[in-house]
T-cell receptor, first 113, second 115 residues
Framework: DTAVSQTPKYLVTQMGNDKSIKCEQN?????MYWYKQDSKKFLKIMFS???????INETVPNRFSPKSPDKAHLNLHINSLELGDSAVYFC????????????FGPGTRLTVT | GNSVTQMEGPVTLSEEAFLTINCTYT??????LFWYVQYPGEGLQLLLK?????DKGSNKGFEATYRKETTSFHLEKGSVQVSDSAVYFC??????????????FGQGTILTVHP
């Protein structure tokens, strides 16, 4: 069974569109994260939820809106997509938000044309 | 704020060579330190971790020791294999303040091992 899954794996869309990426974990973890990996492989935290509550909100354009319907799911909705949004987006989860190992999903490669 | 600096890549080695990837960090609290590996086309996997000073993390022949005095967590392997070719990320997690355990990553080091 996949521990952290993301859909879709690839997403190609045009500028100005709105798209969503979904993440699910079956590990029973309380904390979930979204990271962005740019073309140079640099990884940066975007958001984190603990038990459906937002606890980390880095400097991210407000076109990005995370939603956690329950603690096993964390979705990322992006409005008015721009070329610079092209990246790989990784979801991760951990037991709690205090220095625990994070388990990563396979990533979603978003390409904006 | 917290930061992690890794040695510049890419690193190219022959099979059975010795590997060192340097990693130094800056943190305000008492972080845990991690090495993650990303194989081509895949997500990140935890390779090893250390949660306090002088701890040694080890896995699959890789080792790293948490050195508080030099703020370092260098990754080593005595004999690399072609299958070790991947991107390696050093990271820290600090539960203090408003960090909430988020991972701060180094820039990644691409390792290529030739037969």
């Amino acid at each position: 069974d996949t521990a952290v899954s993301q859909t879709p794996k690839y997403l190609v869309t045009q500028m100005g569109n709105d798209k969503s990426i979904k993440c699910e974990q079956n590990l029973g973890h309380d904390t979930m994260y979204w990271y962005k990996q740019d073309s140079k492989k640099f990884l940066k935290i975007m958001f984190s939820y603990n038990n459906k509550e937002l606890i980390i909100n880095e400097t991210v354009p407000n076109r990005f809106s995370p939603k956690s319907p329950d603690k096993a799911h964390l979705n990322l909705h992006i409005n008015s997509l721009e070329l610079g949004d092209s990246a790989v987006y990784f979801c991760a989860s951990s037991l709690a938000f205090s220095n625990y190992e994070q388990y990563f999903g396979p990533g979603t490669r978003l390409t904006v044309t | 704020g917290n930061s992690v600096t890794q040695m510049e890549g890419p690193v190219t080695l022959s099979e059975e060579a010795f590997l060192t990837i340097n990693c130094t960090y800056t943190a305000t609290g008492y972080p845990s330190l991690f090495w993650y590996v990303q194989y081509p086309g895949e997500g990140l996997q935890l390779l090893l971790k250390a949660t306090k000073a002088d701890d040694k993390g080890s896995n699959k022949g890789f080792e790293a020791t948490y050195r508080k005095e030099t703020t370092s967590f260098h990754l080593e392997k005595g004999s690399v294999q072609v299958s070790d070719s991947a991107v390696y990320f050093c990271a820290l997690s600090d539960a203090g303040g408003t960090s909430y355990g988020k991972l701060t990553f180094g820039q990644g080091t691409i390792l290529t091992v030739h037969p």
